[in-house]
């Protein structure tokens, strides 16, 4: 289990729900102060208000849509000098390619890859200052093709390639990791499930991409997420810690006996 991180300043992106909800959680009972972020004031103001009431003064919040410049500037204005960054907000939409449109390319690569890349670049004085980790949120889609997907997993695998490249220009002062869940049940993917034609076959159908035949849990994903984080991952930069099931694993294939022809 990843150790303390008493004192530590830590912005989540994407942090009113999810796996960045459970992350910022995790985060503060292990004593971190931790800046709050989603995309609407409603949102934002339920999450802090929710958390203070435990936590005190070591929640703050900020609304942004990282699909806008702008706001993602205040946010890296907002967040000051960071012992750990986590990039985990994330845009998901599915779009078969001939009826995707520029403006569902732009939107995805804007939120996923290009605003990790902006916040990273702002927030860096101080990361580097005080030796700090970033950790990106990337996804099993990073790794394998995914049909409807072309935008997000281009998106996904883009932030790994980002991910290395940042590892690689900031050491020794600065780590950079990427955790790669595979299907984890948020109300992200349960959106998606929904508006499918079949509800229920589709939510069979990724089940049924991990080896071990289940969503995972968002905590899970968190742990994963602190754990790069910590001291206990302190030898690691540029890996990726996918943490999918299995699904990326390979495939079951059932076989019988082998026969030859003499």
Request: with cysteine.
């Amino acid at each position: 289990m990843p150790g303390s991180f008493a004192d530590c300043a830590i912005l989540v992106t994407g942090s009113t729900r999810g796996i960045g909800q459970a992350a910022a959680l995790k985060f503060l009972e292990r004593g971190a102060h931790v800046a709050i972020h989603g995309t609407t004031a409603s949102m934002v103001e339920a999450a802090v208000s929710g958390l203070t009431a435990r936590y005190g003064g070591r929640v703050r919040g900020l609304a942004a849509d990282l699909s806008d410049r702008a706001a993602q500037d205040r946010l890296a204005e907002f967040a000051g000098d960071l012992d750990v960054l986590v990039n985990c907000a994330g845009a998901y939409e599915e779009a078969m390619l001939p009826e995707a449109d520029e403006d569902h390319w732009r939107r995805l690569i804007e939120i996923n890859l290009t605003a990790p890349w902006r916040l990273t670049r702002a927030l860096l004085p101080g990361l580097r200052r005080k030796r700090g980790i970033i950790v990106n949120v990337g996804s099993d889609s990073a790794l394998l093709g995914y049909a409807g997907s072309a935008a997000y997993c281009a998106s996904k695998g883009g932030l790994v390639g980002l991910t290395r490249a940042m590892a690689v220009e900031l050491a020794p002062e600065v780590r950079a990791l990427c955790v790669c869940p595979g299907p984890v049940d948020t109300d992200m993917m349960r959106s998606s499930v929904e508006q499918s034609p079949d509800p229920a076959a589709a939510r069979r159908q990724w089940q049924s991409f991990p080896l071990l035949k289940r969503f995972a849990e968002a905590g899970e994903i968190a742990e994963a997420i602190l754990f790069a984080a910590s001291k206990s991952c302190g030898f690691h930069t540029g890996s990726l810690i996918v943490i999918d099931g299995g699904t990326t694993a390979g495939r079951t294939v059932v076989t019988g006996p082998v026969s030859t022809l003499a």
